[in-house]
């Protein structure tokens, strides 16, 4: 069985709250680097060819040394990262086996010299046809380099990173494709509703919300638009008719105008609300 870090719970607490984090993975990677003994973490999204970093949530890394990083590009002169972008994801691995082959420049060897590096743990958490996701663990001199146990025990984290990173993933497209549908409708004349296939209101503009505030029959309650209960019973009034009836008279309703859902016969009903 793989040794299990000490706060693991408390880890994946951490992780997964990361997905409505207003920081993001910062808060997580600062609790891994506490949890292993490390210096410093990053989680990275490289652009694969050519060789750039997109976007980096950290800990233990200084705003100069960032700065010096990103404007120098180093990056391109990465052991990990241009290991990394070709590898599939996979589990953790130490960066020592890397070394002997690798051929750094004076500015890389500097830094790495004066930060007194000695070993990263790293991980491709997932790629993309473009993009690579990397998240890697440093340590110093004084902090020795990663023991096989370390490494299983970081391990059994994997799957959760993964999945908490395909899911932020999938939350930052669906926030992209929200964003950029809404200023499309937003500009439009008319009251404009956008429904899935279950009539879940996904987007609106400034006109739908005013008909919706005007109309006192319909209203958007959780996401779907809803017919008042207490109009309803208005109704059954004014006709002299019990709700149970008028409720049936609203099935043959669809059935009359060929309906089978209700999202479709709420735009037949707006579409008329607009002439």
């Given amino acids: 069985m793989a040794p299990v870090l000490q706060n693991e719970p408390d880890l994946l607490q951490t992780l997964y709250r990361s997905l409505t984090h207003q920081e993001g993975f910062h808060a997580f990677l600062e609790k891994l680097t506490g949890a292993i003994n490390g210096c410093a973490a990053q989680l990275l999204v490289i652009h694969r060819q050519p060789p750039r970093m997109e ?9 100069e040394f960032l700065d010096w990083y990103l404007e120098n590009n180093m990056i391109a002169q990465d052991v990990v990262s ?25 500015d890389y060897s500097k830094w790495e010299n004066e930060q007194d590096m000695l070993d990263s743990a790293w991980l491709v958490v997932d790629s993309t046809r473009t993009h690579t996701f990397v998240l890697t663990i440093q340590r110093t001199v004084s902090q020795g380099p990663y023991q096989r146990a370390e490494l299983r025990a ?12 395909q899911l932020y993933r ?20 008319d009251a404009t509703f956008v429904l899935d296939s279950l009539a879940t209101v996904l987007y609106s ?3 739908a919300r005013a008909l919706i505030n005007r109309e006192r029959c319909l209203s958007i309650r959780d996401e779907r ?14 006709l002299g008719r019990g709700v ?11 059935q009359r105008t060929g309906c089978s859902r209700q999202g479709e016969l709420i735009s037949r009903i707006l579409a008329a609300l607009l002439r």
């Fill in 82 to 106: 241009n290991q990394a972008i070709k590898q599939a994801p996979g589990l953790f691995q130490s960066a020592l086996p890397l070394l002997p082959d690798f051929q750094p420049d004076a």
């Fill in 205 to 207: 503009n400034k006109a």
């Fill in 55 to 63: 976007h980096l949530w950290y800990h233990g890394l200084s705003e």
């Fill in 154 to 165: 970081l391990n059994r984290l994997v799957p959760h990173i993964r999945h908490t990173v």
């Fill in 225 to 238: 638009f809803n017919f008042a209960e207490k109009d309803v019973q208005t109704i059954a009034r004014q």
């Fill in 244 to 254: 149970s009836t008028v409720r049936t008279q609203i099935k043959h309703i669809f």
């Fill in 170 to 189: 999938q939350l930052e497209t669906r926030s992209k494709a929200a964003s950029s549908l809404s200023a499309v409708i937003d500009v439009l004349p």
